[in-house]
């Protein structure tokens, strides 16, 4: 019988005989007594009565005796098993919590490059560990060092104001993982601060687990390096694993490269334990004694709690106290959790209710045989009458006992109580109610149910509720009220039916519990542990989740899923140029555009820097993935207004489809990042779809890299040469130099191809110094038979300017005055981005150029962030005007009107422009209108080999 039935019975007008015998379980000692009345009216003839009556009723006496005992007995066991069960679930709840809380560091790691010390301070104070975790000693956050960036790592922290800090134990090892945050950051923490972790062997085993598999793992029992000095206690460390962000994860030697750290917390366990057991039910500490053992070890070793310091489990219990053994599992863990009831446990049951039966029995036995030898002739009767008043005491007293006991849980309890009629009128509530909701007996008495009712639920959750209950006679769950103050709050209730024996409803019994503190905290743990603080987007985690489940549903409905993962393009540029804080607002503006592109049961989700996914479900056409991208670009293409700067960004977006082109997450997601990157090397502002076509052209795009480190020495380079003609005289002073690759097999590579391989190999310092010395050789020669003011344009790589090499700078100017050639013969072609934000390795090279007499020219203008003010600020010689303008010059276009601002522009600030990719006398004569200085293509020529260039160079010599 539950306690909310047991209240019940303490307002019924009758009592319920089925349900106290069911309480004490005494239906075989009535009928016993029964049967033997019948036995001594049968025999009472023919035996001596006053011997016969006084054995029977001794021996009546006995069994009520007995039954007494073992329903006693009973019914400590059973309360004994409802607190372990109770105690147990605390313990999983708790754990479970604390984890949650780790969860949440790590969310905060994830979602930032760099979390600041003051940050991780903010984090923790949010939580209020110290009211709502007390058992937790500090949240801590310890960093993966491998030996060779040790020292590294040292001085960074020395930097960070520590300069005494240093990890220990001391000596040469592996690996490190050494505590750098630990909240609150006391003085009794600060002894754990630089302590390596994976020196000590408990610790590191539980880490490994944790590394490999990815899952939060605890540690057997340790002594926590804040306890020196002080009384040791046993304690456990929890630690959750923290990857690299952006860094696969999915398999094991994918997650032991990219550890970053661990988020982790130590916790005491008798405070863990201690707190559990004074929450989990007033007076549980003090009639109950708890140990806690690792695994089923029990010995000193293993011993991880001992409520009383007296080793229960490793000695013979006492004879009057009972004992219990649960197990648990705690992260892959046993802890086996051994319960004793102390004296103060049986104290709380009538012991001596045996002894009075015992007692009375024995005196009515003998008082009943001496009235036998008086009344002879009555003695039937008599003996019947004391058998039925026998029956009757027994029945009485447990029933007054039950309802004594029933009154006392129910004012006692700490959970809110009140008990209405079959009307819904309330008839009655515990202090506990008061307590909760404000409405005192007065207030409450007489008045419906739902006076308290809050406006949260409508009236279909409520016909629900009702439904059930007059279904079942039971239901529980979550429901808002109000308190008498106005305040709203959350509830856990049960409610259960008390029937008449007619089957009608007598009484409603409710029992709740405020949640409305717990409820807000787990909200904000899973906020923080699956949402990116900065745009308020679903994170790495949350995000694969939603992938997951998206599989699922378009498993299941048949419709395809298309997963979109987009860069924004030189987001670098503007982040470095005004600021991470403004690049934060750009995130944010990005973040809002891209949600307003797609459907409410998409999602969008932020990886990490300027990393977003899009994952849109069961699409009905899958070109409709494609459309989506191409709006989630155009809307990013819009100017962003950032104070007072307005600035452009674009985004690379790659498109991979399931079941199309992987049944997996982790291969959606490479296929996804593949796509992604071949539409930023196609120059961004797209997207791609991937293709099965992409995974060979990454092989593809290894062996043409390993092809470019032999192409050198193997002359397979080769440089040629486009006339750039002066437009009012048709005569050529200029050429460009321009790189060609014949390969072997592939015949001649586009540079669009190799250049980029060459620049992020590095091979483009040697290539760009060959092309140099082979242009300023033909350039020599030239000048010395044909033209002697020709000019030739190198293109220079924005890696080459960055490098702080000699060959770039001092070295060209050596190699220009060995020739005899003056520095106006030289002409160097850089693209804008370089200007945008020139560091000094830049600026000293350009200025160098500029001394030495040799020009500079800016390539593609007009396609990047064009600003005047580096114009003016590098004293420019040549603007050249993208083929892109010059392809559309047609009247009435926007390019026509573009590229004669541009010309206008230039001319004003004293410089010269060429346009490239003329084809037509169309185009040529806009150009020729608009007073464009120079021209650049094949209306002209095409680049040709050196000789042929000579040639054309000859022959317009002669013009």
């Given at each position: 019988?539950?306690?909310?039935?047991?209240?019940?019975?303490?307002?019924?007008?009758?009592?319920?005989?089925?349900?106290?015998?069911?309480?004490?379980?005494?239906?075989?000692?009535?009928?016993?007594?029964?049967?033997?009345?019948?036995?001594?009216?049968?025999?009472?003839?023919?035996?001596?009565?006053?011997?016969?009556?006084?054995?029977?009723?001794?021996?009546?006496?006995?069994?009520?005796?007995?039954?007494?005992?073992?329903?006693?007995?009973?019914?400590?066991?059973?309360?004994?098993?409802?607190?372990?069960?109770?105690?147990?679930?605390?313990?999983?709840?708790?754990?479970?919590?604390?984890?949650?809380?780790?969860?949440?560091?790590?969310?905060?790691?994830?979602?930032?490059?760099?979390?600041?010390?003051?940050?991780?301070?903010?984090?923790?104070?949010?939580?209020?560990?110290?009211?709502?975790?007390?058992?937790?000693?500090?949240?801590?956050?310890?960093?993966?060092?491998?030996?060779?960036?040790?020292?590294?790592?040292?001085?960074?922290?020395?930097?960070?104001?520590?300069?005494?800090?240093?990890?220990?134990?001391?000596?040469?090892?592996?690996?490190?993982?050494?505590?750098?945050?630990?909240?609150?950051?006391?003085?009794?923490?600060?002894?754990?601060?630089?302590?390596?972790?994976?020196?000590?062997?408990?610790?590191?085993?539980?880490?490994?687990?944790?590394?490999?598999?990815?899952?939060?793992?605890?540690?057997?029992?340790?002594?926590?390096?804040?306890?020196?000095?002080?009384?040791?206690?046993?304690?456990?460390?929890?630690?959750?694993?923290?990857?690299?962000?952006?860094?696969?994860?999915?398999?094991?030697?994918?997650?032991?490269?990219?550890?970053?750290?661990?988020?982790?917390?130590?916790?005491?366990?008798d405070k863990l334990m201690g707190g559990i057991l004074n929450e989990a039910q007033t007076g549980v500490k003090a009639d109950i004694n708890m140990e806690v053992y690792e695994d089923s070890q029990y010995s000193a070793e293993n011993l991880l709690y001992d409520d009383n310091g007296i080793p229960d489990m490793r000695n013979a219990p006492r004879s009057d106290s009972l004992a219990l053994t649960q197990s648990i599992t705690v992260f892959g863990h046993t802890w086996s959790l051994y319960f004793t009831t102390r004296p103060a446990f049986h104290a709380a049951f009538d012991q001596n209710k045996p002894l009075r039966f015992l007692g009375f029995g024995t005196i009515f036995s003998v008082l009943l045989s001496a009235l036998m030898w008086l009344f002879t002739k009555q003695r039937r009767r008599a003996l019947v009458q004391a058998s039925y008043m026998q029956e009757e005491i027994v029945e009485r007293k447990k029933a007054e006992e039950e309802l004594r006991l029933a009154a006392l849980m129910y004012q006692h309890s700490s959970e809110a109580m009140s008990v209405a009629d079959s009307t819904g009128a309330i008839v009655s509530i515990n202090p506990a109610y008061t307590k909760v909701t404000g409405y005192t007996l007065e207030d409450a008495v007489g008045r419906n149910c739902s006076l308290h009712k809050a406006n949260n639920h409508d009236r279909k959750f409520f016909r629900a509720m009702w439904d059930e209950i007059n279904a079942t006679g039971h239901w529980q769950g979550e429901i808002w009220n109000w308190r008498k103050n106005g305040e709203a709050y959350l509830e856990w209730t049960t409610v259960n039916t008390i029937y008449l024996d007619d089957g009608s409803v007598h009484r409603y019994v409710a029992q709740t519990s405020d949640i409305t503190q717990k409820k807000a905290s787990e909200k904000l743990i899973w906020q923080q542990a699956n949402y990116d603080l900065?745009?308020?987007?679903?994170?790495?985690?949350?995000?694969?989740?939603?992938?997951?489940?998206?599989?699922?549903?378009?498993?299941?409905?048949?419709?395809?899923?298309?997963?979109?993962?987009?860069?924004?393009?030189?987001?670098?540029?503007?982040?470095?140029?005004?600021?991470?804080?403004?690049?934060?607002?750009?995130?944010?503006?990005?973040?809002?555009?891209?949600?307003?592109?797609?459907?409410?049961?998409?999602?969008?989700?932020?990886?990490?820097?300027?990393?977003?996914?899009?994952?849109?479900?069961?699409?009905?056409?899958?070109?409709?993935?494609?459309?989506?991208?191409?709006?989630?670009?155009?809307?990013?293409?819009?100017?962003?207004?950032?104070?007072?700067?307005?600035?452009?960004?674009?985004?690379?977006?790659?498109?991979?489809?399931?079941?199309?082109?992987?049944?997996?997450?982790?291969?959606?997601?490479?296929?996804?990042?593949?796509?992604?990157?071949?539409?930023?090397?196609?120059?961004?502002?797209?997207?791609?779809?991937?293709?099965?076509?992409?995974?060979?052209?990454?092989?593809?795009?290894?062996?043409?890299?390993?092809?470019?480190?032999?192409?050198?020495?193997?002359?397979?380079?080769?440089?040629?040469?486009?006339?750039?003609?002066?437009?009012?005289?048709?005569?050529?002073?200029?050429?460009?130099?321009?790189?060609?690759?014949?390969?072997?097999?592939?015949?001649?590579?586009?540079?669009?191809?190799?250049?980029?391989?060459?620049?992020?190999?590095?091979?483009?310092?040697?290539?760009?110094?060959?092309?140099?010395?082979?242009?300023?050789?033909?350039?020599?020669?030239?000048?010395?038979?044909?033209?002697?003011?020709?000019?030739?344009?190198?293109?220079?790589?924005?890696?080459?300017?960055?490098?702080?090499?000699?060959?770039?700078?001092?070295?060209?100017?050596?190699?220009?005055?060995?020739?005899?050639?003056?520095?106006?013969?030289?002409?160097?072609?850089?693209?804008?981005?370089?200007?945008?934000?020139?560091?000094?390795?830049?600026?000293?090279?350009?200025?160098?150029?500029?001394?030495?007499?040799?020009?500079?020219?800016?390539?593609?203008?007009?396609?990047?962030?064009?600003?005047?003010?580096?114009?003016?600020?590098?004293?420019?010689?040549?603007?050249?005007?993208?083929?892109?303008?010059?392809?559309?010059?047609?009247?009435?276009?926007?390019?026509?009107?573009?590229?004669?601002?541009?010309?206008?522009?230039?001319?004003?600030?004293?410089?010269?422009?060429?346009?490239?990719?003329?084809?037509?006398?169309?185009?040529?004569?806009?150009?020729?209108?608009?007073?464009?200085?120079?021209?650049?293509?094949?209306?002209?020529?095409?680049?040709?080999?050196?000789?042929?260039?000579?040639?054309?160079?000859?022959?317009?010599?002669?013009?």
């Amino acid at each position: 019988m539950t306690l909310g039935k047991k209240i019940a019975l303490l307002f019924s007008r009758k009592s319920n005989p089925s349900g106290l015998i069911c309480l004490w379980k005494a239906a075989e000692m009535r009928s016993a007594i029964k049967s033997i009345s019948r036995q001594i009216s049968a025999v009472i003839l023919n035996w001596p009565v006053a011997w016969i009556i006084l054995f029977i009723s001794l021996l009546l006496t006995f069994l009520v005796w007995r039954s007494a005992q073992e329903d006693l007995a009973r019914l400590q066991q059973v309360q004994l098993e409802s607190r372990v069960s109770k105690v147990s679930d605390a313990v999983l709840r708790r754990v479970q919590a604390y984890e949650q809380v780790l969860r949440g560091g790590v969310g905060l790691l994830a979602a930032s490059d760099v979390v600041t010390r003051s940050e991780f301070q903010d984090y923790i104070a949010s939580l209020n560990v110290k009211e709502h975790y007390p058992a937790i000693q500090g949240i801590g956050y310890a960093v993966h060092i491998p030996a060779a960036d040790l020292e590294l790592h040292k001085r960074k922290m020395r930097a960070e104001g520590f300069p005494d800090y240093d990890i220990y134990p001391t000596g040469e090892r592996d690996q490190y993982t050494s505590i750098i945050y630990l909240e609150p950051f006391n003085l009794r923490n600060q002894r754990a601060f630089g302590f390596d972790m994976f020196s000590e062997p408990k610790r590191r085993a539980a880490m490994e687990v944790a590394r490999d598999t990815g899952n939060t793992a605890v540690s057997t029992k340790v002594t926590l390096v804040q306890e020196s000095g002080e009384k040791m206690q046993a304690s456990i460390l929890m630690y959750l694993p923290f990857y690299k962000n952006g860094k696969p994860r999915a398999t094991l030697e994918e997650r032991r490269s990219n550890l970053q750290g661990y988020v982790y917390s130590p916790f005491r366990l008798d405070k863990l334990m201690g707190g559990i057991l004074n929450e989990a039910q007033t007076g549980v500490k003090a009639d109950i004694n708890m140990e806690v053992y690792e695994d089923s070890q029990y010995s000193a070793e293993n011993l991880l709690y001992d409520d009383n310091g007296i080793p229960d489990m490793r000695n013979a219990p006492r004879s009057d106290s009972l004992a219990l053994t649960q197990s648990i599992t705690v992260f892959g863990h046993t802890w086996s959790l051994y319960f004793t009831t102390r004296p103060a446990f049986h104290a709380a049951f009538d012991q001596n209710k045996p002894l009075r039966f015992l007692g009375f029995g024995t005196i009515f036995s003998v008082l009943l045989s001496a009235l036998m030898w008086l009344f002879t002739k009555q003695r039937r009767r008599a003996l019947v009458q004391a058998s039925y008043m026998q029956e009757e005491i027994v029945e009485r007293k447990k029933a007054e006992e039950e309802l004594r006991l029933a009154a006392l849980m129910y004012q006692h309890s700490s959970e809110a109580m009140s008990v209405a009629d079959s009307t819904g009128a309330i008839v009655s509530i515990n202090p506990a109610y008061t307590k909760v909701t404000g409405y005192t007996l007065e207030d409450a008495v007489g008045r419906n149910c739902s006076l308290h009712k809050a406006n949260n639920h409508d009236r279909k959750f409520f016909r629900a509720m009702w439904d059930e209950i007059n279904a079942t006679g039971h239901w529980q769950g979550e429901i808002w009220n109000w308190r008498k103050n106005g305040e709203a709050y959350l509830e856990w209730t049960t409610v259960n039916t008390i029937y008449l024996d007619d089957g009608s409803v007598h009484r409603y019994v409710a029992q709740t519990s405020d949640i409305t503190q717990k409820k807000a905290s787990e909200k904000l743990i899973w906020q923080q542990a699956n949402y990116d603080l900065l745009t308020g987007l679903p994170n790495r985690h949350m995000f694969h989740d939603r992938l997951e489940r998206a599989i699922k549903k378009s498993r299941r409905s048949g419709f395809p899923m298309a997963l979109l993962l987009l860069d924004l393009d030189r987001f670098k540029e503007v982040n470095d140029a005004l600021g991470h804080a403004q690049g934060d607002v750009l995130l944010v503006e990005a973040a809002r555009r891209i949600a307003t592109c797609v459907r409410e049961s998409d999602t969008v989700a932020r990886l990490g820097g300027d990393e977003f996914t899009v994952i849109l479900s069961e699409l009905v056409d899958i070109n409709s993935a494609e459309h989506i991208a191409q709006n989630i670009i155009k809307q990013l293409a819009a100017p962003f207004e950032l104070l007072q700067d307005v600035v452009f960004v674009q985004a690379s977006v790659g498109i991979t489809l399931y079941p199309d082109d992987s049944l997996d997450v982790e291969t959606l997601i490479k296929n996804a990042d593949q796509a992604m990157y071949v539409a930023k090397n196609l120059g961004g502002n797209r997207f791609s779809r991937f293709t099965q076509d992409l995974q060979e052209a990454a092989e593809t795009r290894l062996r043409m890299m390993r092809d470019l480190r032999n192409a050198l020495a193997a002359n397979q380079l080769e440089v040629y040469y486009q006339p750039i003609v002066e437009i009012a005289t048709g005569k050529i002073y200029k050429a460009e130099a321009l790189l060609r690759w014949k390969h072997p097999e592939l015949g001649m590579v586009s540079p669009m191809q190799f250049i980029p391989l060459a620049e992020e190999s590095r091979l483009i310092h040697d290539i760009n110094d060959w092309v140099f010395h082979e242009a300023t050789r033909e350039l020599a020669s030239w000048r010395k038979q044909l033209v002697p003011e020709f000019q030739i344009s190198v293109n220079v790589s924005p890696v080459e300017l960055r490098q702080n090499r000699e060959k770039v700078g001092a070295h060209w100017i050596r190699h220009l005055q060995a020739l005899g050639l003056p520095g106006k013969s030289l002409a160097i072609e850089i693209t804008e981005s370089i200007l945008l934000n020139a560091e000094s390795n830049v600026t000293d090279k350009l200025h160098l150029f500029r001394d030495a007499g040799i020009e500079v020219s800016i390539d593609d203008f007009g396609t990047g962030y064009s600003s005047l003010s580096y114009l003016k600020k590098f004293d420019i010689d040549y603007l050249k005007v993208d083929q892109s303008f010059v392809h559309n010059l047609v009247d009435g276009t926007d390019d026509k009107v573009l590229c004669e601002a541009i010309i206008v522009m230039a001319h004003k600030l004293g410089l010269k422009v060429i346009a490239e990719g003329v084809e037509t006398q169309a185009q040529l004569d806009l150009l020729t209108a608009y007073g464009c200085d120079y021209a650049q293509g094949w209306l002209y020529s095409k680049a040709v080999t050196a000789p042929d260039f000579f040639a054309l160079l000859l022959k317009n010599v002669k013009l």
